[in-house]
């Protein structure tokens, strides 16, 4: 969206807010600025109170204040003008996708990741039995061997993974299926850990997940659409209710530990805001077997 050259109106005012204690003071002052936007308190158009005049009413630093308007700025809300200072935007369809997992959460992190894969990939699923060439059927084949070949060798197999859903989405023949598998890899990837992880403990998962990817490349391969999305959805739903199954013992060791990067990841993610450098989003973890 271009840069507006129209006249900012005079600065916005606001009473001494009220901010929760949650999360850090640039998240608590973010969260109350976002609401004043979007609540229509500082309409497109305004310029907001300068940094002093904030961390005044806010009782923080400057430097707080900062890293709240820069946030607001990843996320296409304000921009900086020369000579006008902080000016709130017209709404526009480009704002930063973002992830909203609760750092404090491990299960319902990884949980709301994997229901976001439900969706995407069992109706990559469907399109790819619709669709696929020989060629990228011997790539989804590939891949599905390639998971095998990391279990036998006690590898986490969670790249083999993700490249076997990759493959799948290769072969919808839309290329905006494998584009935003790899824009929300980054959270997939700690999410498809943490259920590798969990399942490698047991091997009766482990033979669960392995039939559950044979049964969508077998749909796939036999061309047949609706037994493809159902193979997904049954593997990612599987994938879900196998997280709930494991103890809190899990989840105080090898679980959370496997989770911590889908945690961090969505803390750099809401520092930078934009789809390509940043992203604005159970029971159980541990690895050696399959999501």
Not at 144 to 153: C, F, M, N
Not at 231 to 250: K, L
Not at 267 to 289: D, F, Q
Request: proline share 3%; hydrophobic share 40%.
């Amino acid at each position: 969206m271009a840069t507006s050259t129209t006249t900012p109106r005079s600065s916005a005012t606001f009473d001494a807010p009220v901010i929760t204690n949650v999360g850090t003071l640039a998240d608590r002052v973010t969260a109350v600025l976002l609401e004043k936007i979007k609540g229509g308190e500082f309409p497109a158009g305004t310029r907001l109170p300068t940094e002093q005049v904030i961390s005044e009413r806010f009782g923080v630093s400057r430097t707080v204040v900062r890293e709240a308007i820069s946030r607001l700025k990843s996320d296409g809300l304000v921009e900086v003008r020369q000579g006008s200072g902080t000016v709130v935007r017209e709404p526009n369809r480009t704002t930063a996708f973002r992830l909203d997992i609760d750092p404090k959460d491990s299960v319902d992190a990884v949980l709301r990741v994997t229901e976001l894969r439900r969706g995407i990939e069992a109706e990559a699923a469907a399109l790819a039995a619709q669709r696929r060439t020989r060629a990228q059927l011997a790539d989804i084949k590939r891949a599905l061997a390639a998971i095998d070949a990391a279990a036998k060798e006690k590898r986490d197999g969670v790249d083999e993974d993700l490249a076997f859903h990759m493959a799948i989405s290769r072969a919808t023949g839309n290329p905006l299926y494998p584009s935003l598998l790899e824009f929300i890899s980054q959270f997939t990837h700690a999410a498809i850990l943490v259920t590798r992880t969990n399942e490698a403990r047991r091997d009766d998962f482990s033979t669960q997940v392995r039939n559950e990817h044979r049964a969508i490349f077998d749909a796939i391969s036999a061309q047949d659409a609706e037994a493809a999305r159902q193979a997904a959805i049954t593997h990612i739903d599987n994938a879900g209710a196998r997280i709930q199954e494991a103890d809190s013992a899990f989840w105080e060791d090898v679980g959370s530990a496997a989770a911590r990067p889908l945690i961090n990841e969505e803390k750099k993610v809401a520092k930078r805001g934009t789809p390509g450098g940043s992203a604005a989003a159970g029971k159980s973890t541990r690895s050696n077997s399959r999501s």
